[in-house]
């Protein structure tokens, strides 16, 4: 008796509704503990804040250093806590140094170079991507090969051909040479973004009676405007940052740009790391604020190129 009264209820709960008898219930998926992933969110941002610590830390030093007086690095060292603050350095490495000049080139020699790269980076590309040219994936090769030479074995042959043409020790001659090593790598980026615009638009504006001129300047390049943006950054990073041709094309110190004066203030220089310091945060500055100006479109560009 106690056995039948046992089992009339488990046979009711278990396999009412079907008539198959009893089935195990079926387990529920575990999810993680709040603890678990609390403690792996830490970890994360604990990692992360120290690597970023030990990535701002050189900059925090050259800062810190820039405003100390020589007599206090003297006494007590480059990496000891600061007993002084000046601007004194900034003064030395901005009149004394050459660096007003010097970035009085580099802007001379980056915005022309800019503009005029991006101009001829943008029409090419418009035209290898919307009309179907003769040899154009040869063409697109041909610009995107050029840039997998490296720049090392290129200098004799630059620095003996700008002797030739009359052109060395000019500001123009490495705007040229900035441009023609730097046009291909442009030309590659913005053909695979301006491929990726339908074609139907282009064919509307041409049943409008749009000229290829038109469609190039009124649709193309404002749908092209981030990737503009993006490489206009990284172009005058690039080409303000350049050390290697400068002092391949250039003699006079007048004319050297802010990378190469850093060096001969190095050399003017030698101990008074306040004045090397503040060099380096003015040589720094302009492509900060570029990159701060055209952050957002920076990383709009990116973003679409990764989902395309």
Same mark, same amino acid.
């Given at each position: 008796m106690t056995v039948t009264h046992a089992s009339a209820p488990v046979g009711k709960d278990s396999g009412g509704d079907s008539g198959t008898g009893s089935a195990?219930?079926?387990?529920?998926?575990?999810?993680? /503990? +709040?603890?678990?992933?609390? !403690?792996?969110?830490?970890?994360?941002?604990?990692?992360?804040?120290?690597?970023?610590? #030990?990535?701002?830390?050189?900059?925090?030093?050259?800062?810190?250093?820039?405003t100390r007086t020589f007599d206090d690095i003297a006494a007590h060292g480059v990496g000891s806590l600061p007993h002084s603050f000046t601007l004194d350095g900034f003064r030395q490495a901005w009149v004394d140094g050459g660096q007003q000049q010097a970035l009085v080139n580099s802007m001379l020699v980056t915005v022309p170079t800019v503009l005029l790269s991006l101009g001829l980076a943008?029409?090419?590309?418009? /035209? +290898?991507?919307?009309?179907? !040219?003769?040899?154009r994936r040869a063409l697109l090769l041909l610009m995107l090969g050029g840039n #997998?030479?490296?720049?090392?074995?290129?200098?004799?042959?630059?620095a003996k051909l700008s002797e030739v043409m009359g052109i060395h020790d000019q500001l123009y001659a490495l705007i040229g040479v900035q441009v023609g090593f730097g046009v291909g790598f442009y030309v590659f980026v913005l053909h695979g973004f301006m491929r990726a615009i339908p074609d139907e638009i282009q064919q509307a504006a041409v049943i409008d009676?749009?000229?290829?001129?038109?469609?190039?300047?009124?649709?193309?390049?404002?749908?092209?405007?981030?990737?503009?943006?993006?490489?206009?950054?990284l172009s005058f990073t690039w080409i303000f940052n350049d050390l290697l041709w400068a002092i391949t094309v250039l003699r006079t110190d007048t004319r050297m740009p802010i990378t190469a004066s850093l060096i001969g203030l190095q050399g003017q220089y030698v101990s008074m790391w306040n004045v090397i310091?503040?060099?380096?945060?003015?040589?720094?500055?302009?492509t900060v604020a570029v990159f701060l100006r055209f952050q957002r479109h920076f990383v709009a560009g990116l973003n679409l190129g990764a989902v395309k």
């Open positions: 195990a219930p079926r387990p529920h998926p575990r999810r993680p /503990a +709040l603890g678990s992933r609390a !403690l792996r969110t830490a970890g994360f941002h604990l990692t992360a804040g120290m690597v970023s610590a #030990l990535w701002l830390l050189p900059i925090a030093l050259v800062l810190v250093t820039s943008s029409m090419a590309a418009f /035209a +290898l991507s919307r009309y179907d !040219l003769p040899l #997998l030479l490296p720049p090392q074995i290129l200098l004799i042959p630059v009676g749009a000229s290829p001129w038109q469609i190039y300047r009124r649709i193309i390049m404002p749908l092209a405007r981030p990737a503009l943006a993006a490489l206009s950054a310091a503040a060099g380096s945060v003015i040589a720094a500055a302009p």
